[in-house]
């Protein structure tokens, strides 16, 4: 069903068993679940799929190591199996990625340490080689028997700098671990919500629609499109708004103090030197404030984060020069001889975590655990219950997905069916990494759908075993590349707009693909792309202006591109 079909589908329908609002991933992860098992499901976010909290990650699946120090093992073997269990479901968009930590101190940290673990240490300090090294011992041993990624490697001083040449030549040691690299979260979101609508006709989900409040056994939705109104009553409501479940509690009537966010940004750099020198590695570490921060291979651009910083209001984030002046300075402590200025950066970004709120000195100690607040009983006028998903991360986010769904079956009165643990993603459904593999699928894909292995190839790379969808889409009309971008066509933007529910040209740009991110945009092919989406899906003259118009302005307000 498209958008107005859904809408009109809930004007004929007031009842919906679960309701979710906020279309983050761990909204998102909670819907396919429940579609998975047979609930019908209404998920809504008053703007974009993946577009607030989530839309604003490190790009990394991974388990925490430094979580170790807090003392929270229960939450790195969850995200360590979590992290596994990406890689292997969702291959075209999740892969391993070697993670490099420089350490300059050989015994720093050996007392900091334990009095951090026992809650006696609050001010940050710089961990040496020996605690590193504990670490990644016990790290390791979290991913059991089924080594989806390589143990960790310690290297000397002369080794690393061997490896790595333009390393700070003060460093004592470097060690390397693996994780995962999310290489594009925001489709990797989409695609799990394209698989749980596939999979079960009774769920829905619509972007730019707000929750307005709620009373007894409605709840008033609004289409932030068209102003109009429309009333659900669901059996359950689950608030997945993120940094926001405060404010829509408060929509609901309930005064609520669950968030107590921290503010992360990043900056993307285009800058081939330094791109060269970090390879294939991020490196993950520690500035000389204590303050964990990284460098990360994204594409062939670089990614650098990120902050933490305590934040009151999430629609304020915004990343700050004193944020940017620190990320310059620290690639400065672990690359000296590579200069880097503002004007290699070709995109930032800032989000808010939805971390409990906590009463934690310094905001590394707050806890980056789940877990749900629900809202029920005497003190409330609602008939249904609230549960509010609090904390998370990226890489767990199918974990608290299973146990928000168990929850809410539970109160349905309904048993699990089905499980997400070996569920592969979108794309990810019968994709291989093998090279051999791929060309034998790129060759069949070439003889259905018709079009060059060349372009099949590019397609491959972007959307895994879902190519074979989108080159039969390509391949029903004439297509030609686009004049500013050659490397997309307009029947490939085309698709995204009538097929993975884009609304604003910024949806294309920012979320269905990377182009905003990885700094490939200009002024002329913003226009270019909206006359393609808009020709898709029968803009007017005005509404392409408009769009480029607002894409224009919101590249510059939240992501200091100005074109």
């Known amino acids: 069903m498209n958008r107005n079909e859904i809408l009109s589908a809930l004007k004929a329908k007031l009842e ?21 098992n047979g609930v019908d499901v209404l998920l809504v976010d008053r703007a974009d799929f993946c577009s607030g909290a989530s839309s604003a990650s490190s790009h990394m699946a991974h388990g925490g190591i430094r979580y170790l120090e807090n003392g929270e093992f229960r939450l790195v073997r969850e995200a360590v199996g979590e992290r596994n269990r990406m890689i292997q479901n969702a291959p075209h968009i999740v ?24 809650g006696l240490l609050e001010k940050p ?16 041993a979290y991913t059991g028997k089924a080594r989806t990624v390589p143990r960790h490697k310690f290297l000397s001083r002369s080794e690393s700098l061997n490896r790595w040449n333009q390393l700070n030549p003060e460093i004592a040691n470097t060690a390397t671990y693996y994780d995962g690299l999310i290489s594009n979260p925001e489709r990797l979101a989409l695609e799990i919500l394209l698989d749980a609508e596939a999979d079960n006709p009774n769920a829905h ?25 429309y009333e659900v009553r669901p059996s359950l409501v689950i608030n997945a708004a993120g940094p926001w479940i405060d404010f829509a509690n408060h929509s609901l009537g309930f005064s609520t103090r669950f968030i107590g966010g921290t503010k992360g940004s990043h900056l993307v750099l285009n800058h081939p030197e330094l791109r060269a020198a970090i390879g ?12 964990i921060v990284l460098i990360f291979p994204l594409h062939d651009r670089v990614l650098v984060g990120t902050s933490d910083i305590k ?12 944020e940017i002046d620190y990320f310059i300075g620290m690639i400065a402590h672990v690359f000296p001889t590579i200069k880097v200025t503002r004007e290699h950066i070709v995109f930032q970004f800032t989000g808010v975590r939805p971390l409990a709120n906590s009463g934690a000195k310094t905001t590394g100690q707050y806890s980056r655990d789940h877990h749900i607040e629900v809202l029920s009983g005497d003190w409330t006028e609602l008939q249904f219950p609230v549960f509010s998903l609090v904390g998370g991360k990226w890489t ?39 090279e051999a593999e791929q060309k034998r699928q790129i060759e069949g894909f070439a003889a259905w759908t018709g079009l060059s292995r060349e372009r099949l190839q590019t397609l491959y790379t972007r959307y895994g075993s879902r190519t074979e969808a989108v080159a039969t889409f390509i391949n029903r009309a004439a297509d030609e590349p686009l004049k500013t971008l050659p490397e997309y066509t307009r029947r490939e933007i085309a698709f995204l707009a009538q097929n993975e529910k884009a609304i604003h040209l910024d949806d294309i740009l920012l ?46 307000d939240r992501h200091g591109v100005r074109l």
């Open 16 to 36: 919906v068993s679960v309701l979710i609002v906020g279309a983050g991933i761990n909204g998102i992860g909670t819907f396919r679940d429940l579609a998975l």
């Open 95 to 118: 892969k391993p990625l070697p993670t490099t930590v420089p350490m300059f101190k050989y015994f720093s940290g050996l007392l900091n340490a334990p009095l951090k673990f026992f």
């Open 125 to 140: 300090s710089e961990r040496g080689s020996i605690i590193i090294k504990l670490g990644m011992i016990m790290y390791d």
């Open 205 to 229: 989900a619509l972007n730019y629609v707000s929750m307005v409040s709620g009373q007894k056994d409605t709840i008033i939705l609004r289409d932030e499109l068209s102003d109009e109104t």
């Open 280 to 291: 294939g590695n991020e490196f993950f570490f520690e500035n000389k404030d204590g303050r």
């Open 311 to 322: 934040i009151e209001h999430p629609d304020e984030a915004r990343c700050t020069d004193e």
């Open 396 to 434: 767990s986010f199918r974990a608290f997905a299973e146990q928000v769904t168990d929850k809410a079956l539970a109160h349905l009165g309904k048993p699990r069916q089905k499980s997400t643990r070996e569920l592969p993603i979108g794309g990810g459904h019968g994709y291989s990494s093998d």
């Open 511 to 556: 979320r269905r693909t990377m182009l905003a991110m990885l700094g490939r945009l200009t002024k002329d092919n913003v226009e270019e792309i909206a006359d393609a989406m808009g020709a898709a899906l029968g803009w007017s003259v005005e509404q392409k202006t408009a769009e480029a118009a607002r894409t224009l302005r919101l590249l510059a």
